[in-house]
Nanobody
Framework: QVRIVESGGGLVQPGGSLRLSCAAS????????MSWFRQAPGKEPEGVSC????????YYADSVKGRFTLSRDKNTDTAWLQMNILKPEDTGVYYC??????????????????WGKGTLVTVSS
């Protein structure tokens, strides 16, 4: 059984930083992608970033390029989303998800096979 657990959310002031973690267990293949999505109140989920576990290829939404960095540890099936220069519009519940076979569409919610329960990020003064 696959389990996805996020951690690291919280309250931060604009311009600050947070680091989110995503730990997966029960994955069989190494060819998955690990993705982060966020959902603000009243809005649709938005793909933030994703990474291919096999070769480390990363993708970012235009809204976070240059501010967020996604990395992973192949040995522990863990990924970290470093979020810098946070803005109020980054506020939302951040979900980690896994696409069993990594594709270039790993920022599409409909492509994901497994989801975590989310962690809340609030950017406010």
């Amino acid at each position: 059984q696959v389990r996805i657990v996020e951690s690291g959310g919280g309250l931060v002031q604009p311009g600050g930083s947070l680091r989110l973690s995503c730990a997966a267990s029960g994955l069989i293949s190494d060819f998955y992608a690990m993705s982060w999505f966020r959902q603000a109140p009243g809005k649709e989920p938005e793909g933030v970033s994703c990474i291919s576990n096999h070769d480390g290829t990363t993708y970012y939404a235009d809204s976070v390029k240059g501010r967020f960095t996604l990395s992973r540890d192949k040995n522990t099936d863990t990924a970290w989303l470093q979020m810098n220069i946070l803005k109020p519009e980054d506020t939302g519940v951040y979900y980690c998800a896994v696409e069993r076979i990594a594709t270039m569409s790993c920022l599409r919610p409909s492509n994901m096979d497994y989801w975590g329960k989310g962690t809340l990020v609030t950017v406010s003064s």
